[in-house]
């Protein structure tokens, strides 16, 4: 079992569609990473968080500790949002991450 | 401005030729690391380093070296000896810290012909 498991792996939507995307992982941790993947190859942060909620634009993400799963949220998709997205987890000062969810938002 | 350089963008080589890849950062980070990615795959550890003039391996370090002999400089070596290297190359820094938050260089595209 992976460490740190993602789903979905493929999602297509409809612009204007709300999408979430999840994380779950198995080792305890000090915080988790959202980074988007953009078609082209660059990778961004989007988010690192330890609890609760934090939120930047249309983009909305939640960690629960207990249960050790996190959740990305995009409201009002666009197809400017269709990218890879990815979670990672830090252990031993490196990231275990996911395997990355394919986003393609349709117009 | 502060960030992650990664030169060049495209690389073409011939089989069997050693080839380097460049990645540079101004952030004034400890740590830095390289990444290989394949189609439709996440990322694998080649190496990291946390300090000057140390490195380590990571998952997949067979085929590739690495030299850390500036802070701001970790350039990454494609032997011979790697097997399948045509791949994307992505290079990474942080803080050497447990959060590790990394921040990442636009990766090198090697294409072995």
């Known amino acids: 079992k992976n460490e740190v498991e993602q789903s979905p792996q493929n999602l297509t939507a409809q612009e204007g569609e709300f999408i979430t995307i999840n994380c779950s992982y198995s080792?305890?941790?000090?915080?988790l990473h959202w980074l988007q993947q953009h078609p082209g190859g660059g990778i961004v942060s989007l988010f690192m968080?330890?609890?609760?909620?934090k939120k930047h634009g249309r983009l909305i993400a939640t960690i629960n500790i207990q249960e050790k799963h996190s959740s990305l949220h995009i409201t009002a998709s666009h197809p400017r949002d269709s990218a890879v997205y990815i979670c990672?987890?830090?252990?031993?000062?490196?990231?275990?991450w996911g395997a990355g969810t394919k986003l393609i938002i349709k117009p | 401005d502060g960030g992650i350089t990664q030169s060049p963008k495209y690389l073409f080589r011939k089989e069997g030729q050693n080839v380097t890849l460049s990645c540079e950062q101004n952030?004034?980070?400890?740590?830095m690391y390289w990444y290989r990615q394949d189609p439709g795959q996440g990322l694998r550890l080649i190496y990291y380093?946390?300090?000057?003039?140390?490195?380590q391996k990571g998952d997949i370090a067979e085929g590739y070296s690495v030299s850390r002999e500036k802070k701001e400089s970790f350039p990454l070596t494609v032997t011979s000896a790697q097997k399948n290297p045509t791949a994307f190359y992505l290079c990474?820094?942080?803080?050497?810290?447990?959060?590790?938050?990394?921040?990442f260089g636009p990766g090198t595209r090697l294409t072995v012909l």
């Open positions: 380093s946390q300090i000057v003039n140390d490195f």
């Open positions: 990672a987890v830090p252990s031993n000062y490196q990231l275990i």
């Open positions: 952030l004034n980070h400890d740590a």
């Open positions: 080792v305890g941790i000090s915080a």
């Open positions: 990474a820094s942080s803080n050497w810290t447990g959060d590790n938050e990394q921040f």
């Open positions: 968080l330890s609890s609760g909620k």
